[in-house]
């Protein structure tokens, strides 16, 4: 639990240092952008994540707009920067805009197929 | 040489140069051959065309496979080994072992991968010695790595002055082992038939002596073709097979005495089961010790709904153990240690001080070329043996070491444990539940709605949720992945794993990646020809999704656009239509499907053909992974 509270105050604290002004968003652009970019490719089309922990779940209930931004830009662990020159403030921003857009499904509970 | 002898290589010869020089006499009468036999006996013998040989080596050689218990060879046909090919058919009667028709060779040893995983014994398949194993290299190197045995035979003519000119030529090899050396166990190319017998008991034997692995036997095609010429002289030997090694009992009572002195012991299995037994075992051992078990899943080690079962925690359990036992474990540097990607920066997972028992034989198979032994980690009590073997006693020892109830404290905690992990992996598994393309948790939860009242295989996986979602109790429940990691292996194992569930009543399914598919596909004409029934899902993602993320690194890691990652990785435009695939080889098929509420019902009609005794497909646009 120490571990975990450490870690989502270093996402904080990083993300509050490296968070810009955000751009507003388009989900419709963002969704081409989010396909166009690839990010479906471990995450899933709807940010649903992968199941060998190749890419975390990115929603419903995504990240703050600083930590998304900051886990894009200059990412923790395994995932490639994607940066401004290449993604732009804009894009990332309708990404955002799109992964923010997802609303929640069922509960596992909820799927007589999960409850065996 | 026996009277019905007949060289026809050196009659082709000779009736070729006696046509160029006596035009209008009996080709056959000027052969040297036929000369021969007509001065020797004094009357005119019929052409030597219509000579035979009654009793080939090859006959020989098929009741030595017989004695084996060898029930199938798989193989694409070739001259190399067509003698043998014909014994197996007309002098075996195509039983035991029976002719399996491949249309590669990689397929022939991804089945014989697949067949010896589910059936536990080896098959063979057959391959010229030059161009079949050369198809064949890629699937024998999975094989090794998996520790699997497979019996092969090449197909050869060593004696260079009996071989047709052209193709018989670029078939044909010093040494068709060499080819493979570096990833087989073991192998010969026998010179006469009672050297093919010793050689092929041997071959088997340690085939299936643990650590298993390939073999290669050569069949000589001069020997095969030929007669035998004193059978009398002859001997098959008899068949006994090593019992696998148990570890040193010092170090097992030195191995129980810390682990019961652990506060937070884990256990590790790969490829540590070879059954039913092994799996009770290792569950008393993990009750004894209330010791929760990470089941890396090179063999079926651990019932997936057992509560000491943690099989989605290792990096936490890793982290936290004082004690680790390792039973069996291909990469045990990688369990404790990572590197990141792409700037190769060590990490260290476990406790610096974590003692680390290893029991394997992982030691005393290895070569130094192929790096298939992973990075070197020192074990604090390495134990030379086999990991099944050595549980009874490793559990007599934990018990004899432990007082009645000292590990009460711990299992509450771990059924807790157990219980959160399972909410976890459900939790991710409804997320994107609705999702077109289909979500691979949602394929595989209906899957297993499907078979799980039957008793099962899922040969094959390319996505994970099966063992986070799915409570497999049962060793064939899975057999593993393929070794070497070398694409082209899921098509031939879940039909060779199909054959060997076939005559054991067990459904045979498997969740199969395109790109995989497409290096293989005429696995599904084998499977439809020889009437092997199992259910083939194909993970449709239309992607080669894993290298995305390695060329974005690249890029990244370049400062270059990031947009175009789908150049090479993609398998689309065209779309492939593996339903019409599978139907023009005679498979029953549905698809492609991207409506996850159409996939259920797709399934049912395709198991109901596989329950009919044939293969069937559904093809499902999937998500990535």
């Known amino acids: ?116 | 040489m026996a009277k019905d002898a007949f060289d026809r290589r050196a009659f082709l010869k000779g009736a070729a140069a006696s046509a160029a020089a006596v035009i209008g006499t009996q080709m056959a009468a000027n052969s040297p051959a036929q000369a021969a036999e007509t001065s020797s006996e004094g009357n005119e013998k019929p052409p030597s065309r219509d000579k035979i040989i009654s009793r080939p080596g090859s006959d020989f050689m098929v009741d030595v496979i017989k004695a084996t218990g060898i029930e199938y060879v798989a193989s694409n046909p070739g001259s190399s080994f067509r003698s043998l090919q014909e014994s197996i058919i007309n002098y075996g009667g195509n039983k035991k072992p029976e002719f399996l028709t491949c249309m590669h060779e990689e397929t022939s040893v991804s089945m014989a991968q697949g067949y010896a995983k589910a059936a536990g014994k080896p098959m063979g398949i057959m391959a010229h010695g030059t161009v079949g194993l050369q198809h064949a290299a890629m699937a024998v190197y999975n094989a090794w790595c998996d520790r699997v045995p497979v019996v092969m035979f090449a197909g050869n003519f060593l004696d260079a002055a009996k071989r047709r000119p052209g193709v018989e030529w670029y078939h044909c090899v010093q040494d068709p082992a060499a080819l493979l050396r570096d990833f087989i166990k073991w192998d010969d190319q026998p010179l006469s038939l009672q050297h093919f017998a010793e050689s092929m008991m041997r071959a088997y034997k340690i085939a299936t002596t643990v650590p298993m692995g390939p073999v290669l036997i050569t069949a000589d095609g001069v020997i095969a073709e030929g007669p035998i010429s004193d059978e009398k002289k002859l001997s098959i030997p008899k068949l006994t097979l090593s019992i696998p090694p148990q570890g040193d009992s010092g170090a097992v009572s030195e191995a129980a005495k810390m682990l019961v002195a652990a506060q937070n012991p884990v256990i590790l299995a790969d490829r540590a089961c070879r059954s039913q037994e092994g799996m009770k075992h290792l569950v008393e051992l993990a009750e004894a010790l209330s010791a929760p078990v990470i089941d890396i899943g090179g063999r079926m080690n651990f019932p997936m709904n057992h509560y000491l079962c943690r099989s989605g925690d290792r990096r936490a359990l890793v982290g936290q153990a004082d004690v680790a036992l390792l039973l069996e474990v291909a990469d045990p540097w990688g369990q404790f240690n990572t590197v990141s990607d792409p700037h190769h920066e060590y990490r260290r997972l476990a406790k610096p001080d974590v003692k680390v028992i290893h029991i394997s034989l992982g030691d005393t198979l290895t070569k130094s070329n192929y790096q298939d032994m992973q990075r070197f980690m020192p074990a604090d009590l390495p134990i030379t043996g086999d990991a099944q073997a050595t549980l009874p006693a490793l559990i007599e020892a934990v018990k004899k070491a432990t007082q009645r109830g000292a590990f009460a404290n711990r299992a509450a905690k771990l059924r807790e444990d157990h219980g959160r992990m399972k909410d976890r992996a459900r939790a991710a598994a409804s997320v994107g539940w609705d999702a077109s393309p289909c979500s691979t948790a949602r394929m595989s939860a209906q899957l297993y709605d499907l078979i799980k009242k039957d008793k099962w295989c899922l040969a094959v996986s390319s996505v994970q949720w099966n063992r986070n979602l799915w409570p497999a109790t049962e060793y064939h429940n899975f057999i593993g992945g393929s070794g070497g990691a070398g694409q082209g292996y899921g098509s031939g194992a879940a039909v060779g794993a199909a054959l060997a569930n076939r005559d054991k009543g067990i459904l045979t399914v498997s969740i199969e990646g395109d790109g995989d598919l497409m290096y293989a596909p005429g696995a599904l004409w084998t499977a439809a020809h020889h009437k092997i029934p199992f259910l083939m899902i194909v993970h449709n993602n239309r992607a080669y999704h894993q290298e995305v993320m390695h060329l974005q690194k690249m890029a990244a890691l370049h400062n270059r656009r990031m947009d175009t990652a789908a150049i090479g990785t993609t398998i689309e435009k065209p779309n492939v239509d593996f339903a019409k695939l599978a139907q023009s080889m005679g498979v029953w098929a549905e698809g492609p499907i991207s409506d996850p509420t159409a996939i259920g019902a797709a399934f049912s009609r395709a198991l109901a053909v596989v329950k009919r005794g044939e293969p069937a497909l559904v093809d499902v646009v999937s998500q990535g992974r």
């Open chain 1, 1 to 116: 639990m120490s571990k975990l509270f450490f870690s989502a105050l270093m996402i904080v604290a990083v993300s509050t240092a490296y968070a810009q002004e955000k751009v507003s968003g388009s989900s419709e652009r963002g969704y081409q952008s989010y396909m166009k970019y690839m990010c479906y490719t471990c995450h899933g089309t709807v940010g649903q994540g992968a199941d060998r922990g190749t890419g975390p779940k990115l929603a419903p209930y995504p990240l703050p707009w600083g930590a998304f931004e900051q886990q894009t830009r200059l990412p923790r662990q395994d995932m490639p920067p994607y940066r401004k020159e290449f993604v732009s403030d804009q894009e990332l921003a309708d990404i955002y805009a799109y992964i923010s857009s997802l609303k929640p499904g069922s509960e596992a509970k909820d799927l007589p197929l999960l409850n065996f």
